[in-house]
DNA sequence: AATCTTCATCGTAATATTGCAATATTAAAT
DNA sequence: ATTTAATATTGCAATATTACGATGAAGATT
């Protein structure tokens, strides 16, 4: 198949799994960390920064954006692109809710 | 291709990917979910929870295995599953050290 | 021993992802 | 107007993922 069956589970689920797959590539995960480490919006320069070709920076960052991960503002010839915080801060959110369930009461494991 | 070019990134990067893709599909949030929500390990019964076959979700956990996100342990015939709470909490020291990071200093976007 | 239960694995089809060369687009610079 | 620079899109090949029926393996039940 290769088609997840989204439509059986709840929105939050769907939500929670673009989120999770949009960070599941370590050029994407390296792209987030660059957007956050000169802590300002980037215009450019970010393939110079990846060990890839230019088309596939391009298709990682839509990715990113299609998730709502990254927001980018068109400055002139370049583009700006900067990490949404809100949409970060939801996946965070979750991660630390689901975290503090962990109790594993009757350790099997 | 189709394969990512691990060898790129630093080992960290490609950890985390590793832990946000296995988290990146609706039916394997649902089976965290459903482990943390009964508060307990788990012998089989995950299959009746999913609206999938029993091999698509032996897959499912097989890959949250892999992650090293759950734990299996052979009680007799069944097996008892739980969120191994070590990696969860490396996933969830990462996105919160991450979202702190997130000023947007010159918010251009 | 034969059967049932539980879970994994195999095989396979459908679809998605990754990566890049070639090309297109758009705005700035000349 | 041409050229340059920055980014997106297209098209394609290689590989991965998702899903499930069929089957296998191993312990439990009868």
Redesign the interface.
Known sequence: MGA???E???DE??E???L???????????I??YL??V???ICGDIVNE???AQPTVSQHLKELKNAGLI???I?GNAI??????ET??K??NY??H??N?????????
Chains 1, 2 share one sequence.
């Open positions: 997840s069956k989204t059986h589970f709840t689920q769907n929670i799994a673009t999770a797959k949009a960070l599941g590539h370590p050029a994407r995960i390296a987030i960390e956050l480490s802590d300002a919006c990846l060990p890839l927001q980018g503002n400055e700006c692109y900067c990490v949404n915080e970060l801060g996946l965070n991660i630390n689901i975290s369930k962990i109790t594993n009461r009757n350790n099997c494991c």
